[in-house]
T-cell receptor, first 113, second 116 residues
Framework: SQQGEEDPQALSIQEGENATMNCSYK?????LQWYRQNSGRGLVHLIL?????REKHSGRLRVTLDTSKKSSSLLITASRAADTASYFC?????????????FGQGTILTVHP | SAVISQKPSRDICQRGTSLTIQCQVD?????MFWYRQQPGQSLTLIAT?????????ESGFVIDKFPISRPNLTFSTLTVSNMSPEDSSIYLC?????????????FGPGTRLTVL
């Protein structure tokens, strides 16, 4: 079952601005991964954060994880028109569900040039 | 990371027919997964395919409708059987790669299926 909830569902910003997307989940996790999808194509893996980590950076991406609140956020700094895409969080609960990802509903990001 | 290809990239099929989707990986992997993404929706896991064993299906998905093969460590197929318009979706395979103790999942480009 889908346990991830993302907000906002849609986000529209100007180039150069920062974009923040949030993800909440319901059960304990082993790790949380963020993906980007352009126009219904395949998913591009952005970043993975493990349950014992609180923050990770990768280029213009910053991901935080708060396991006490069962939430994560993805920050894209200095956005570009090419960042326009759908962004999904996905949780891996580990244990017997190891490797099985549960996806959030996604945030549609539009960056206007 | 891993390079994953899928065939076909898209297809338009008639109701009642079947379509087999292929997934090829450029390295040997233990676990492969098949997901479905219905129009405007998120991804839902269909099944896990491990080489040498029967695929395990998630709730709501059955082998008769979505038979899966995993003949070796680099290849898998998913068949969508007796299709109806409700099967119109993007079907994606994914693999899990261990890299310095990180188990990241990488996805293929997807197969866009339209059933008339």
């Amino acid at each position: 079952s889908q346990q991830g909830e993302e907000d906002p569902q849609a986000l529209s910003i100007q180039e150069g601005e920062n974009a923040t997307m949030n993800c909440s989940y319901k059960t304990s996790i082993n790790n949380l991964q963020w993906y980007r999808q352009n126009s219904g194509r395949g998913l591009v893996h952005l970043i993975l954060i493990r349950s014992n980590e609180r923050e990770k950076h990768s280029g213009r991406l910053r991901v935080t994880l708060d396991t006490s609140k069962k939430s994560s956020s993805l920050l894209i700094t200095a956005s570009r028109a090419a960042d326009t895409a759908s962004y999904f969080c996905a949780t891996d609960a580990g244990g017997t569900s190891y490797g099985k990802l549960t996806f959030g509903q996604g945030t549609i990001l539009t960056v206007h040039p | 990371s891993a390079v994953i290809s899928q065939k076909p990239s898209r297809d338009i099929c008639q109701r009642g027919t079947s379509l087999t989707i292929q997934c090829q990986v450029d390295s040997q992997v233990t676990m492969m997964f098949w997901y479905r993404q219905q129009p405007g929706q998120s991804l839902t896991l269909i099944a896990t395919a491990n080489q040498g064993s029967e695929a395990t299906y998630e709730s709501g998905f059955v082998i008769d409708k979505f038979p899966i093969s995993r003949p070796n460590l680099t290849f898998s197929t998913l068949t969508v059987s007796n299709m109806s318009p409700e099967d119109s979706s993007i079907y994606l395979c994914s693999v899990e790669i261990w890299d310095s103790a990180y188990n990241e999942q990488f996805f293929g480009p997807g197969t866009r299926l339209t059933v008339l």
